[in-house]
C-alpha cells in the first residue's frame, strides 16, 4: 500500500535488467551468451546509474537550517527590540 501512496512503479529501466538478470540464470557462465549478457547487464547498469538525481550534500543541508535559524534569530530579537537607526550607523558594514 505505501508503494502505492508514493506512486512507485517499475520503471523500464528496472524490468530490462530483470530479463538480463532471468536470462543469465539460465546459461553457464562459461558460454559466450553469458558474457554477452554480462555486459549488457554492466551497460544497462550504468545508464541507471546516469539517470540517477544527485543527492543533496548533508553540509549544505545544514548550511541552510543554521541559515535559516539565523534570520529566525534575528526578526524574533528585533519584535521585541527594535533596531534605533542612531545605533545602525555605528555597527561595522560588511566589505565586499
Known sequence: MLKRLIGYRLKPLDKLIGVVEAEMLTRTPESKEYKTLLKNL???????DENRPERLNRNTV?????????ILVIVVYEQYHPFISKAARETIKPKY
Open 42 to 48: 554492466e551497460r544497462l547498469r550504468a545508464l541507471k
Open 62 to 70: 545544514l548550511l541552510v537550517i543554521g541559515n535559516l535559524a539565523g
